[in-house]
Each structure stands twice: as C-alpha cells, then as structure tokens.
C-alpha cells in the first residue's frame, strides 16, 4: 500500500521534471525569438557600453533554422548531415571525458585519502591544489602535449588524445579531491572509537567507515568533475588542436559562421547536449548508489 | 588467572601533560569488576567517568597506573576482543542494515558470511528486534537503535560490556524499560558491565555496586553495594530501592559540601 503509493509518487515527480525540462528549454527559444523580434538590428548601447548583442541573422539565426540545420549536408556535395558530425564529435568527446573524469576520480580519491590519512599531507598539499586550478588551461595545453609526446615507454607511445584527457583530469580532480576530503573526514569521533575498539586497522576504518560516510560529499562533487572534464575536453581539444571531437567542429564551424551561421550553433548545442548527459549519467548513479539511504523529504 | 573481569590499579590521567593546558582528569583510581558484576560509575559532569571508560577500553593510554581486562593487559584485552562497547549515540552505520549493523564486528573479526548472519539474527532476537533484521537505522526509534548498538556490543559474545550513559537520550519510559532488558540480557549473556551513568536510580536499579566519583581531579568518593535481589519492576517501589538512592545522593552531596567549604577556606 505504502510502496505503491510512494512508487506513484516518484513516477510523478519523474514525470514532472520531464514536463519542466521541456518547459525550459522551450522558454530559451522563446526568449531567444522575442529578443530577436524586438532587439536592435545592429547591436546597440546602454551608457556608452556596447551591451545589446546584434540581433540580425548572421549573428543570431532563427531556432527553426539551427534545427533545420542539423539535418542537412555538412559540405555541399558530403555525404554526411550536420546531425552526424555532430553526434560523432560528441560520442568522441564523450569517451575523452570520460577517460579524464574517471582519471580525475582516481587521482582525486587517492589525494583525499592521503589528506585524511595523514594531517601533515593535508597541511602541506591541500594549498597547491588551489594553486593548480589557477594555471590557464590554455598554458597548461602545449606543456602536456610536449611532456607526453617525449614519453616513450617501451611499446607505448603518446597518443594527441591522452592529453586532451589528462587536462580534463586536472581539472576534475579538484571537486573530487576536496569534496572526498570532507567526506572521509565527517565521521563523528564515537563512530572512529567504536572501529578502535575492535582494534580495527585504518585500512578497516577507510572501507567500512570512511568510504561509506562520504558518498553523500561524493556524489556533488562528482557533478562538479563531470562537468569540468567535459568543458576541460572542449577547451583542450581546440588549445591542441585534436581532430574528431565536438571542440574541432565549434573551431571549424566558426570559420563558416558568416556564410553558415547557424551551423556554429549546433556544435554549440551538441556539447550542451554532451554535458547533459554526462549530468544525467552522474544523476542516475547516484540514484543507484544512494538507494538505501535516507533522503530528505521532497514534496 | 583472576576472576576479575576489570581490575584497575593506581591509575591517573592527564591530558595535555607539561602543556599551560595540562588537566588531571583522573587521580590515583583503584577498582576492581569480578567477572559478571554489574558496576555503575556515577558522578557529576567532568569527573571523569567516561575518562575512566575509555581507559578501561584503551582507547587511551593513562598516565600512571595499570590496567588489567580479562588478566591481561588492556591494550592486548582490545586487540583479543574482550570488550563490546555501546555509547550514548547509538552511533548505527545509516548505510547499512540493522542485520548488518550487527554483523560490523564479525566482519571486522573475518566470521564468514553464513556465520555472521545467523550470529546477527541471534543477537537481534535477544534484544527482540529480529524483525527489523532488514530494516534501516533511521525506520527504527531511539530506543530500538539503542537495542541494536547493544547487540552489536554483544554479537561476539565479549564476556565484558563497556557501555557509556547508553540511555542518556532515552525518554524516562523507554530508559525504564532498556534497563529492564538490559538486566535480562544480562542475566542470559553473564556478561560484566561496566557503567557510566549520571541518573542516580538507574545506577541503583542496575548495579550490583555504585561507585560515586567526585570531579577535578577524578577521584572515588564512595563505593555503595547494592543488593536488592533479583530485579523486578516492583524493585523501583521497594523502600530498601529509596534507601539505597537516598545513600548514593549524600555520597555525592558529601563532596560538594566539601568542595564548598574549601573554596570558602581558600578565600
């Protein structure tokens, strides 16, 4: 009885969030065809300052016109749609991300459980990770691929793509790192004292306590990642200039943007997609993760 | 070997020694728990009762002194699992079921899987909550937790329960009725207990005898011996019960009478 009702409840509020996403992004188109109704053809200033961006085609094309544009030939006379380019640009990008949001997981777990396990590494490396999420991106770019390329490990060569991925990791691993960090660190010293009882090693401590207790501090931090290693794949693929991914076609696209402006907006719209459902991905595990354990009322 | 389930001797605590911070919280304490005697530690906040507890578990060492657990040392006492212990939260892992809850220590100790189930239903049937075995912690009431962390003290049969105000969060009904399952679980187990408390007829109803600590430093002011048979609800009415009470009362008044005329000397 209870079961039934709560599971109708959550099929509800599934529903409901179906119904708001559709919502939201048809308001964006909304806005976006009422500013181009009303807003100055060539772009316009409030106080001097050059604020209203220009509303004619070339520089906002219609809505319909981007959709449109999805579906028809990339070049005149290729075989491939836009839609293709697009969808295969964001798989490939989609599985660097992933190589560098799964590399940014590990280097950052390992770095929060050397924090709280020893205080000292806490003290002395906790400010030179803030420092490292200062460096540009687009400094750090050339310095990985040169680094990269002169490792010759036996049959292993660098390949162009592992850095793109390194760099998605350096910036991911950050949330991780901290978020992990107060998680393992939030037991109440009654739950550590009741492992010591047991005489349990910390090894114990870290599996049975630590790990568990930080899986609520772990999973917005896990959105935070996923989201910084898509922008950070984006960003690296165009400072290195790796072909195959959704970064290249925004950089290709670009340069057609006076004669073809909308096709630059469905490579914009095909990594807002990719982050979508990197969001998405990171939601349902946390679903999945999080079953057993008890959630704050939603009404 | 003793018989002494708890034996210590001469000892003192100070934290933060030599340091501008340094506190006695312990002076020179002797004490001793014959196996399956059940012993309360009463005393006003800062006495250093829960102090006295955690030394007993060697979760710390103490300044000066020994102690023996079982004959042995503490520290190999805790290493060999002699003590279960149950602290004022029920400090239940929120992750995991009640069963499993209760299977923490086997797991810890490498029972295999089958084992530790049966072990877990076992105890949670002691405590009379096998039908919550599946169940989460937060389904459960304050009480019922408490019931659960008790029987994951007991689910390796550690002889010795260490148990730190267990009921100190407890409304007066449900303290009232933990206490009387304590007592039977008890009873079946053979368990010693060692317990800190601050409520005055909790240490009488349970006790076989009432240590009374007098605070800063932690010193023992009196040791009351209790004995009023076997327990019953009846108990808490019997006017040797009042008595009893009425005597640990003026053992802990006696030293803040003490106290208050020697701050008035000191002036």
């Known amino acids: 009885m209870g079961d039934r009702q709560a599971s109708r409840a959550r099929m509800r509020a599934r529903a409901r969030r179906v119904v708001m996403f559709a919502l939201a992004l048809l308001l964006v188109c909304a806005g976006w065809e009422l500013y181009k109704m009303v807003g100055p053809e060539a772009g316009g200033k409030i106080f001097g300052a050059q604020l209203l961006p220009k509303s004619e085609n070339r520089a906002m094309p219609h809505v319909w016109d981007m959709v449109q544009r999805f579906g028809r030939p990339e070049q005149r006379g290729s075989s491939r749609t836009v839609g293709q380019a697009v969808a295969e640009g964001a798989w490939y990008t989609f599985r660097l991300a992933s190589v ?125 990642a996923a989201n910084a290693a898509v922008i950070g794949t984006i960003v690296a693929e165009i400072s290195t200039g790796l072909k195959g991914g959704i970064g290249r076609l925004v950089l290709e696209y670009m340069r057609e943007a006076t004669g073809d402006p909308a096709k630059v907006f469905t490579a914009v719209v095909g990594a807002s997609v990719l982050g979508l459902v990197m969001a998405g991905l990171v939601g349902l595990l946390d679903n999945y993760v999080s079953r057993n354990r008890r959630r704050e009322a939603t009404i | 070997m003793s018989d002494f389930a708890v034996d210590v001797a001469g000892v003192s605590m100070v934290f933060n020694n030599g340091r501008p911070n340094q506190v006695r919280a312990i002076d020179d304490v002797s004490l001793t728990v014959r196996s399956g005697e059940f012993v309360s530690l009463i005393g006003p906040s800062g006495c ?85 075995a599946d169940h989460y912690p937060w389904e459960l009431s304050g009480g019922m937790q408490q019931r659960v962390a008790i029987a994951r003290a007991l689910s390796f049969s550690p002889g010795l329960l260490l148990m730190d105000e267990p009921f100190g969060a407890l409304d007066e009904m449900t303290r009232e009725h933990m206490q009387t399952e304590l007592i039977r679980i008890c009873a079946e ?65 006696g030293f803040e009478h003490t106290d208050r005329v020697i701050s008035v000397d000191d002036r």
């Open chain 1, 100 to 224: 560098g949001l799964l590399l940014g997981v590990l280097v950052g777990m390992g770095l929060a459980i050397l924090m709280a396990r020893f205080r000292v590494v806490e003290r002395g490396l906790l400010p030179w990770l803030i420092v490292s999420q200062t460096v540009p991106l687009i400094a750090l770019a050339p310095l990985v691929v040169s680094w990269g390329g002169r490792l010759h490990i036996g049959g292993f060569t660098w390949q162009r793509w592992m850095s793109v991925s390194v760099i998605a990791a350096f910036l991911a691993f950050f949330p991780i790192a901290i978020g992990a960090l107060r998680g393992l660190t939030s037991p109440p010293a009654a739950a550590v004292e009741l492992l010591a009882s047991y005489a349990a090693p910390w090894s114990a401590t870290l599996f049975k306590l630590r790990l568990p207790a930080a899986v609520p501090y772990l999973m917005p931090a896990l959105r935070l």
């Open chain 2, 48 to 132: 250093g009762k829960s102090t006295m507890l955690r030394l007993i578990a060697n979760l710390i060492e103490p300044t000066s002194g020994s102690i023996t657990v079982n004959g042995k040392p503490a520290a190999q006492a805790r290493l060999d699992g002699d003590y279960g212990m149950a602290f004022q939260q029920a400090g239940l892992f929120e992750w995991r079921s009640v069963a499993r809850n209760v299977e923490l220590p086997l797991e810890l100790k490498s029972w295999d899987r089958a084992k530790r189930r049966e072990r877990a239903l076992e105890m949670l049937r002691l405590v009379k909550l096998d039908e919550f």
């Open chain 2, 189 to 253: 187990t053979g368990c010693s207990v060692v317990f800190v408390t601050h409520s005055i007829p909790e240490a009488v109803y349970l006790s076989d005898r009432v240590i009374v600590m007098s605070p800063r430093p932690g010193r023992i002011a009196a040791i009351v011996e209790v004995d009023l048979g076997k327990r019953s609800e009846d108990t808490r009415e019997a006017t040797d019960f009042f008595n009893k009470v009425t005597e640990v009362r003026e053992a802990l008044r």
